[in-house]
């Protein structure tokens, strides 16, 4: 950063050899020193401009006022109209209380809620995230895995760490069922709760269904 000179000692005898002095010091000031220099100022106004100074004379008087009135000059909350959400969010709770009484499995549906409310299914889904604190639990399909299965996949995986050049050779693939006899549907079914049900369901593996198999090397 530049910095003035002060010259306490050898002063200049007068101004042809203050100016003199002068162009000597302004020659040894680079360009990047300049340039520091130009962008500091710059910063500095910037500052005193643009930045709005909050204690201001109106600000100081609406601060008094305020204490002289509540005796505090703290904000109070508002008094304002409750959000469409927090209005909702009984209804939705009621609706949903109403189906699940109504129905055999003591469940009901977003779909039913918002077909019996009107309520747009985008705003059920924020109501029940927001203020019912309720979130979205996916079922996962899971496959009964017994100790010879373990016993077959550590097998199958040290041979192929013994025969690693017939990778490019083997044929991946994966399947995915879809059962026909409607005893569960992962893709639709979802349970909203505050917590994770942690519950399982056991059914036939074999039993009737759909299978799409796809393999890639």
């Known amino acids: ?61 609406r601060l008094i006022a305020k204490f002289e009135f509540t005796e505090s000059v703290l904000d109070f909350p508002g008094k304002g109209r409750k959000s469409l959400s927090d209005e909702r969010a009984p209804i939705v709770k009621n609706a949903a209380e109403q189906l699940q009484s109504q129905s055999t499995m003591a469940s009901s549906s977003t779909t039913q809620v918002s077909q019996l409310t009107g309520i747009p299914r985008a705003s059920m889904h924020r109501i029940m995230r927001r203020h019912l604190h309720l979130y979205p639990h996916h079922f996962t399909l899971l496959q009964n895995i017994t100790e010879e299965d373990k016993e077959q996949r550590v097998t199958f ?61």
């Not at 130009?38 to 008087?61: A, C, E, G, M, N």
């Open 157 to 217: 995986a040290n041979w192929l760490l013994d025969n690693e050049e017939i990778v490019p050779n083997i044929l991946w693939s994966d399947e995915a069922n879809f059962s026909v006899d409607g005893i569960i549907n992962k893709h639709n079914c979802v349970i909203w709760s505050r917590e994770a049900p942690h519950e399982y369901i056991s059914h036939n593996l074999h039993s009737s269904h759909l299978c799409v198999w796809m393999g890639f090397s």
């Open 1 to 61: 950063m530049i910095k003035a000179r002060v010259y306490h000692e050898n002063k200049p005898k007068n101004l042809v050899e203050l100016r003199e002095r002068i162009e000597e010091e302004c020659a040894q000031v680079t360009l990047e020193e300049v340039k520091h220099a130009v962008s500091h100022i710059s910063y500095r106004l910037q500052l005193v401009i643009f930045i709005k100074d909050p204690f201001t004379v109106s600000t100081i008087t």
